[in-house]
């Protein structure tokens, strides 16, 4: 079974509009940690954000936040106000402090969005 | 800033050959990381060091090996390269330790596209 899953492999925004990449999870482990990652067109991962399983708030960097429902394992990444930069693979990943992974990232596959003008 | 570099941004080889990956990290990081990727699959993990000398296989270490003599920098070894190892090439690095509390983001390297003819 996936650890990881990103059901949208791509998107279409209008600029200026928000959107929501969806991604779920699956661990038994009480510990962990999920990531987005940008990956624009260059090709390098840019961190975008983290929400800890132990969170009670929802997680937020500027123009994104983490809609994080824990009971659902669900930790959809929100962007607001798109801009054309914006434009590029995101990818979801989670890290699980005491499974067997040993701390690494399990990644999804990634959607692709593109902003249009 | 933290900065991960490698020693190409595109390669091509012919299949048999030998080829080396090398990755670099200036922060001191214990935890360096390779993965590939390919369209629709996402990031996978090939091998991973917490620290010199150490070397761990991840999800798909088949066809490669990894040296990581000092602690800044991990290479990665294709043995003798075929087809089928044409992919984008992306190493990380992280600090020590984890818990949900800090993120331990990982940190990436501009990635090696690789192409074996």
């Known amino acids: ?117 | 800033d933290v900065k991960v570099t490698q020693s190409s941004r595109y390669l091509v080889k012919r299949t048999g050959e030998k080829v080396f990956l090398e990755c670099v990290q200036d922060m001191d990081h214990e935890n360096m990381f390779w993965y590939r990727q390919d369209p629709g699959l996402g990031l996978r993990l090939i091998y991973f060091s917490y620290d010199v000398k150490m070397k761990e296989k991840g999800d798909i270490p088949e066809g490669y090996s990894v040296s990581r003599e000092k602690k800044e920098r991990f290479s990665l070894i294709l043995e003798s390269a075929s087809t089928n190892q044409t992919s984008m090439y992306l190493c990380a690095s992280r600090g020590g330790g984890f818990d949900s509390l800090s993120s331990y983001e990982q940190y990436f390297g501009p990635g090696t596209r690789l192409t074996v003819t």
Not at chain 1, 33 to 53: A, R, T
Not at chain 1, 80 to 97: H, N, P, V
Request: one cysteine or more.
């Open chain 1, 1 to 117: 079974a996936q650890k990881i899953t990103q059901t949208q492999p791509g998107m279409f925004v209008q600029e200026k509009e928000a959107v929501t990449l969806d991604c779920t999870y699956d661990t038994s482990d009480p510990s962990y940690g999920l990531f987005w990652y940008k990956q624009p067109s260059s090709g390098e991962m840019i961190f975008l954000i983290y929400q800890g399983s132990y969170d009670q708030q929802n997680a937020t960097e500027g123009r994104y936040s983490l809609n994080f429902q824990k009971a659902r394992k669900s930790a959809n990444l929100v962007i607001s106000a798109s801009q054309l930069g914006d434009s590029a693979m995101y990818f979801c990943a989670m890290r699980e402090d005491y499974g067997g992974s040993q701390g690494n990232l399990i990644f999804g596959k990634g959607t692709k969005l593109s902003v249009k003008p």
